[in-house]
């Protein structure tokens, strides 16, 4: 079989995978096949970044995998890290709904009530907002459409105080995004699934996410994990399973161009690259420019990406007077701050932090305030202490601080995502035969759904290069 060379471009947690996979793939099927991974920065990893700093593990970007999604579990067990496994320490989380912290109501998914008591004990609705809510039980499912924001869909259902004070902080929390533009169908089409099928989420929720079965002992195993050694390791591992020479750092792709026999990829040092399948693994705007010369790439060009900072602080246990008992909180829009959440890290993962010594990390930057990522550390620093301090006694500096801004980091799934996103890769398929787009930016943004995209894409690229 003729020699083949496939480039990787980005080397974050999709274009790793799927290069791993890729070479594992040519190995049991013993392919004459060539993987490059270029990589732009000067390390490997994109948002997953561990910092070591006197005794304390820091999370930069995110800070765990879901637990439940399969991918990044069997990717675990293939690195051979399942004993390096941690869980996160369940406790009481909040949300912050006009500057008073309230209990999660028990007996939610993704804030949305699975029953009729969960609605009910709820502290954040008034009786008028819980009167609203209960007609998700007998308003008609909604018409079949093409796609809708998660804003729209989940205000006719439950009315705006549940969305606002319940079901926005979650899903706008968790995509750094704006509700009322989100797509439904890219980001959670389990609920439009539910109302089309059982004419309610509520009654969908209560058939579908039943009751954890009555145990003696509370259940602790909290639903995420990480490493003892921080997120990192998983990249680390990674990038020691490849073979010697896969990985090229510091060197940007500045242009792919298309040939009789495949592609040529201009590199910010002067070389070229050539190759007979390229896999996109780098944000949707970035993959755009490489390929400037086509049209149909326009949307990816303008598709939202939003910026967002993370803020953590180091204190000594003394600092806090009023400590909180629990592993953070959501911030709703009714509240005057300008943070959008806080964990209480030395909770949540005790872990990370040495005895004696707290650890939070607070996030900020909505998408209609974007300009404060910008600020200078002082300034954010202060910010957040402010906001803190309207929940908690702190009686002294932090011991330190890390900020990491992360720029136009978060790809929007804005409504009609899907449909824009088949189209783009539909022309690439006609008119750029071996290019494959993948990751975060293309079909879904959490780890475990990019781990999943980087093994697909390495499947998919073995068989268009086998014919």
Sequence with gaps: MAHKKVVVVGGGITGLTAAYYLQKEIKDKKLSYEVKL????????????????????????????????QPAIKLVEELGLKDQIIRNATGQSYILVKNKLHKMPKGTFMGI????????????????????????????????????????????????????????????????????????????????????????VMKGLKKTKPKPAKNKEKN???????????????????????????????????HVEKKDYGYHLLLSNGDVENADAVIMATPHFTAARMFSQYDFFKPLEVMPATSTANVVLAF?????????????????????????ACTWT?????????????????????????????????????????????TMKITSAPEFSVITRWKNARPQYTVGHLDRITAVRNHAREHLPGVFLTGSSYDGVGIPDCIDQGERTAREVVEFLRG
Excluded at 236 to 250: C, H, I, P, R
Excluded at 316 to 340: E, M, N, P, W
Excluded at 352 to 364: A, E, N, S, V
């Design 113 to 200: 009530p699975k029953n009729v008591r969960s609605l009910l004990s709820s502290n954040l609705i008034s009786a008028k907002g819980k009167r609203r809510a209960f007609i998700d039980l007998i308003l008609p499912r909604g018409k079949e459409v093409g796609d809708q924001s998660l804003g729209s869909f989940f205000r006719r259902r439950f009315g705006s105080e549940l969305l606002i004070n319940q079901i926005d902080p979650l899903l706008s929390g968790i995509h750094s995004g704006d509700i009322n533009e989100m797509s439904l169908k890219a980001t959670y089409p389990i609920f439009y699934q539910l109302e089309q099928e059982y004419g309610s």
């Design 220 to 254: 602790t195993t909290g639903a995420f994990f990480s490493f003892e050694n921080g997120l990192e390791t998983l990249i680390d591992s990674l990038a020691e399973k490849l073979d010697e020479g896969t990985v090229t750092t510091n060197n940007a792709v500045d």
């Design 346 to 390: 030395h909770k949540k993962w005790p872990t990370t932090t040495p005895d004696g010594k707290i650890l939070l990390r607070c996030y900020i930057g909505r998408p209609n305030d974007q300009s404060v990522v910008d600020m200078s550390d002082a300034e954010l620093i202060e910010i957040v202490l402010k906001d803190l301090k309207k």
């Design 38 to 69: 270029v990589e732009a920065s000067n390390r490997l990893g994109g948002k997953i970044k561990t910092m070591k700093r006197d005794g304390f593990t820091i999370e930069q970007g995110p800070d765990s995998l879901l637990a439940r999604k």
């Design 316 to 340: 000594d246990q003394s600092a806090i007077k009023k400590d909180i008992d629990g592993t953070g909180f959501l911030v709703s829009k009714s509240s005057d701050y300008r943070i959008t």
